[in-house]
């Protein structure tokens, strides 16, 4: 896979980081509610309350600021403190984690999440860049798993012979799977389900497990 | 849920239904390369061999046409005699149904699909219209597994206690959650993972399962 190397960040001033901050923000929350496409560069200037010129001086481009909203969206997940992910290196943990993400999509009537599935589902297909750093942000994702069932392997708790890469990208793929569907079907029931199986598939595979 | 009802599609002759056909077909392989936003209706007509006219004769909407592919996705994976879906209605063909679905992916190297779940990636959070289509395409398409899933309990092989329910919709946001995952990550890794784990939930539920 191709791998696009990040640009280096300028270094910025704590007040031109926090308008750089605010402008990230504005725009998630519009491409939350109207999507990529239905979100202009005039509109993010204006939710966020910045000049164009402040703006241009950020991001040169609408691509240059959606990359900024996918690498935002990536580390919030990855965030140390961020409540819905510490360490996910226990069975309750994990369960913590998906009861965190089924939550978050009751509190939100299951709708207005810009994630990086949400993401994923309407500018891989067509930008090239934008897939790889979406692709990028889920493997840091799918990284943090891996981490967590390792510990649990290596605390014995996991049997030796699972494939933690196997866990990882199917407990990843239900977490998207399931929002996908909770979010098209204003349900919440298909993350839940997807959630149980996801997490019973690895309970299967610990060390006291029967079968 | 609020269900939008599908307008009656008027009668059509042989030679107009061809031709109906043909510009969806168009409108489905532009919208899998470009994604919807990236599909004007002007590119669709060119792309079907159609005047403008003709096209209007049948869509009088961008929105009109989204709709019937939309209909059209959802429709062609219920097919019988879709090689895909025959009766899910026991694990060899679930199986065999999910093998189907990750041979898909090596073929087209995990690029250019449009299925429900990439247009209700893009869709979904902006169109209230689209997203219940597609929400309506992916009960259609749950109940199916369900009725496989029920056939199975009747006869047995399922226990009797297994949540019918939780097992469909967790076949199903696995199926989204993996090709998500494998298009954006341009892997096949992410489908057969989430296709093992849902399988392997179902079959924790067999009357010969251990535990």
Redesign the interface.
Known sequence: ?TVTEEPKPRRLTPKGRATRDRIVEAATELI???????TGIEDVRAAAGVSGSQLYHYFDSKQALIRAVITRQADSVLQPGEPRVTALDSFEALRAWADAAIERQVETGC??DCNL??L???L???DEES?SD??NG??RWKDLVLDGLRAMRDRGELRADADL???A??????????V??S?????V??????M???L??IH?FAVD???
């Open positions: 896979m939350a509610r109207n999507g990529v496409a239905g709708r207005g599935g949400s994923a589902g309407e891989s297909v067509r897939r979406i692709a889920f493997l890469e196997e866990l990208l199917s407990l990843l793929s239900a977490l998207q799977g399931g996908l569907l979010q098209t079907m204003l349900q029931r298909p993350l839940e389900a997807s149980n199986a996801a019973a598939y299967s497990a029967v079968g």
